[in-house]
């Protein structure tokens, strides 16, 4: 909650002013009562994963900031796009947040950024505090991602278990398809000095 909170306020903090500035205009990303409309792009609901507490958690945020006195005076609101695995549902959702007129998206945790990353980067809309998977989310102009992404991950945890003098590494991870193979690779204690766990 805290966490969302923190994404939640620092996506629709860094926008009001702009949103204020411009709602006379004509910019819908502040409705006639002064709201930011933010958007949520996510796999929330899918065959083969599912992260539905993305959404729930924004909407969670929101509503905490909102009870606080919104964010400059400026309630926010939260939608929510499911592009279900789908890289063309994903498009979808990217033109819906450039016509819907969403001040930005958040929480772009998608494998399919090649899909709407270029849609919002064509309509100035930045996407904030994703994770960062893939080319587009790393070099978009409009991606602004708070973790490292897999490169930290994987080869973070790779160089600082080198750095402690671990030989022999070996990676424990959760599968996409939930198959059953979670931890074949996984042998207990590693051969060198230091389990990851100890790191």
């Not at 909170?5 to 620092?10: D, F, Q």
């Not at 996510?42 to 909407?59: C, N, R, T, V």
């Not at 945020?61 to 606080?68: G, K, L, P, Y």
Request: net charge positive; aromatic share 6%.
């Amino acid at each position: 909650m805290k966490v969302s909170r923190l994404l939640i306020t620092i996506a629709a903090g860094t926008l009001s002013l702009s949103a204020c500035g411009t709602a006379s205009s004509g910019d819908s990303s502040a409705d006639g009562k002064g709201a930011l409309k933010l958007l949520v792009v996510s796999q929330l609901e899918a065959s083969s994963f599912s992260f539905p507490e993305i959404a729930d958690g924004a909407k969670a945020a929101a509503a905490a900031i909102n009870a606080d006195g919104g964010v400059n005076g400026h309630r926010i609101q939260i939608d929510a796009c499911n592009y279900q695995g789908d890289p063309n549902v994903a498009a979808t959702c990217g033109r819906k947040a450039v016509q819907g007129g969403y001040a930005a998206v958040v929480n772009p945790a998608s494998l399919y950024a090649t899909s709407f990353m270029p849609l919002l980067e064509a309509g100035k809309v930045p996407a904030v505090g994703g994770t960062p998977l893939t080319s587009p989310d790393f070099t978009s102009k409009v991606s602004f991602p708070i973790p490292g992404g897999n490169p930290l991950d994987y080869g973070g945890v790779g160089y600082a278990a080198a750095r402690n003098g671990c030989k022999t590494a070996g990676m424990l991870r959760d599968t996409a398809a939930g198959d059953g193979a979670v931890g074949q690779g996984h042998q207990g204690r590693l051969p060198g000095r230091r389990r990851l766990a100890d790191l």
